[in-house]
């Protein structure tokens, strides 16, 4: 491990455990928003907060937010921070890795008696992850002002979301978007096996991939498995299935590009799915992932190209690609991708520029302000798991760049 990093690894160490240790006591690591468990990890998390100094509170979306003040009036805010939210099953270093590394970070500058002249703020952002409302980024939008009015209205486990926001000493019937954010940084685990097996130690983020979700249907005809002659059926699945290996074939295509490019079919429903019966329908639903936006155009507009052919070929009749949503990429601003460079090396991190190719609270913040990510390795690139691991010293060294980056902005912002 590099030595002199200025951060304590022990009390970062002390953070993930003590709160992934809130979690559901048959499913760790669970700890879902708008959830009992949620509540007690942010009131845990206040109570970290203020140890470290910090002046706590609820922001009208949602968000725990911890305050240094800064000794430049009207200098404006550095933000630092990730969420505290899991998704089931598999939380026990995604989002936090990266508050305990902000919350290191503010420590870090009080033990040195370092005063900053911008304020500095460490936040826990409200449901980043798919909530129970089923959206996300929840807080980070409400921020920046651009949650949907309609979404309060949605309702589970007995509540909307405006009571939910409520619940965790939000007030969603308050409009207010910050204007004061000077910048943005979030540490993150990679949730990918890149910085592990090139044995990097950091990934500077360049962009945050955009999502896109196709809906695909194909329409066969159901006959009788038993006595349909092979050469007369029409057989939705199979002409589906077709659809599915050249959407990975363009997906591979795709991703031997310099930019980052991921497809997957994660939704696939078949109709009658009964054992004696010729499928009649078919439904699915591609998640693709694009660093750059004409990759995306070019993608769409291929997998339309497959559905005519393969129409033709199997008499199915198959829907036009429909988006069901569409999100472009955001790109990290150059100024903070320059300063987390400079960072990595005053601290001797070996690190390489890297696009993500999941959503985070950052792509929100990017609108706003300066914006930048940098990734730690996982182990064996496992996210979104119960065997979600990250290393302390991993994590340590991130804060530690975080820390550098933190006083370079300081000045040069």
């Known amino acids: 491990m590099i030595s002199n990093l200025q951060v304590d690894a022990d009390r970062i160490a002390e953070d993930i455990d003590a709160l992934a240790a809130i979690t559901e006591p048959d499913r760790p690591w669970t700890r879902r928003a708008f959830s009992p468990m949620f509540l007690k990890g942010r009131e845990w998390l206040t109570n970290r907060f203020a140890a470290a100094g910090l002046t706590t509170r609820v922001d009208v979306s ?93 309702e589970a486990n007995g509540m909307t979301l405006y009571e939910g926001i409520t619940e965790a000493g939000g007030h969603p019937d308050v409009a207010s978007i910050r204007t004061d954010i000077k910048a943005f940084l979030e540490l993150h685990i990679e949730q990918g096996p890149v910085l592990e097996t090139g044995d990097f130690d950091i990934g500077v983020v360049t962009a945050i991939a955009g999502i896109t979700r196709i809906e695909i249907i194909v329409e066969g005809r159901a006959d009788h498995a038993g006595t349909t002659p092979m050469a007369t059926r029409i057989d939705a699945l199979t002409a589906a299935a077709r659809l599915v290996l050249d959407i990975e074939h363009l997906g591979r295509e ?18 009658p799915n009964a054992a004696n019966v010729v499928p009649s329908r078919v439904r699915l639903l591609i998640d693709a992932r694009a660093e750059n936006r004409a990759d995306m155009e070019r993608f769409i507009e291929l997998i339309g190209e497959s559905v005519n052919w393969v129409a033709a070929e ?20 150059v100024d903070v991708q320059s300063c987390l460079d400079a960072a990595c090396d005053s601290v001797g991190a070996k690190y390489r520029r890297m696009a993500s190719g999941a959503g985070h609270d950052t792509a929100w913040m990017a609108r706003i302000t300066k914006a930048g990510m940098i990734f730690i390795p996982c182990r064996g690139g496992r996210s979104h798991a119960p065997e979600e691991f990250a290393e302390t010293e991993d994590i340590a060294l991130g804060a530690a760049v975080l820390l550098q980056a933190v006083l370079r902005l300081d000045q040069t912002l």
């Open 254 to 271: 795709f991703a031997q590009g310099a930019a980052h490019f991921a497809a997957t079919v994660g939704e696939f429903t078949m109709e």
């Open 314 to 333: 199997t008499d199915a009749t198959i829907s036009p690609p429909k988006l069901i949503s569409d999100n472009p990429p955001t790109p990290c601003d």
């Open 62 to 154: 949602g968000n725990l937010i911890g305050l240094r003040s800064g000794t430049g009036a009207g200098r404006g805010t550095i933000m630092l921070g990730s969420h505290s939210d899991t998704v089931p099953d598999g939380g026990r270093f995604d989002g936090i890795a990266g508050i305990s590394a902000a919350l290191e970070v503010a420590r870090a500058l009080k033990d040195q008696n370092i005063e900053l002249a911008h304020d500095l703020e460490i936040v826990d952002f409200l449901a980043e992850e798919v909530s129970i409302f089923c959206v996300s980024c929840i807080g980070s939008r409400g921020l920046i002002g651009q949650r949907p009015d309609e979404w309060l209205t949605r």
